[in-house]
């Protein structure tokens, strides 16, 4: 088992930053692929990034390249996801996941094993 907490979001206004954290504790982290996902009210859960077992590899889809950037600190059991450049459309609750996914699949809900709860984020304009 993986247990996984998200924190850090919050409301901030269109062109802010936030960053999130999910700290991870049970089994070994740094065999899971990690992924961040985002959900807003009546829409689909979507991809918004995700990062290799070691952090030397990312992928994002086009909605969000240059402006989010994953990271991860095995050690610590962590990873971040840094969102600059945030957009009103950039509202919704922010889930991590781990799964033993290989990096070209991370966008692929059903490819994780471990969710966390969620943390809340609301971009005014």
């Known amino acids: 088992q993986v247990q996984l907490v998200e924190s850090g979001g919050g409301l901030v206004q269109a062109g802010g930053s936030l960053r999130l954290s999910c700290a991870a504790a049970?089994?070994?982290?740094?065999?899971?692929?990690m992924g961040w996902f985002r959900q807003a009210p009546g829409k689909e859960r979507e991809f918004v990034g995700g990062?290799?077992?070691?952090?030397?590899?990312?992928y994002y889809p086009d909605s969000v390249k240059s402006r989010f950037t994953i990271s991860r600190d095995n050690a610590k059991k962590t990873v971040d996801l840094q969102m600059n450049s945030l957009k009103p459309e950039d509202t919704a609750v922010y889930y991590c996941?781990?799964?033993?996914?290989?990096?070209?699949?991370?966008?692929?809900?059903?490819?994780?094993?471990?969710w966390g709860q969620g943390t809340q984020v609301t971009v005014s304009s």
């Open positions: 996941a781990a799964g033993e996914t290989p990096l070209w699949a991370a966008a692929r809900t059903r490819n994780y094993d471990y």
């Open positions: 049970g089994r070994t982290f740094s065999n899971y692929a």
């Open positions: 990062i290799s077992r070691s952090g030397g590899s990312t």
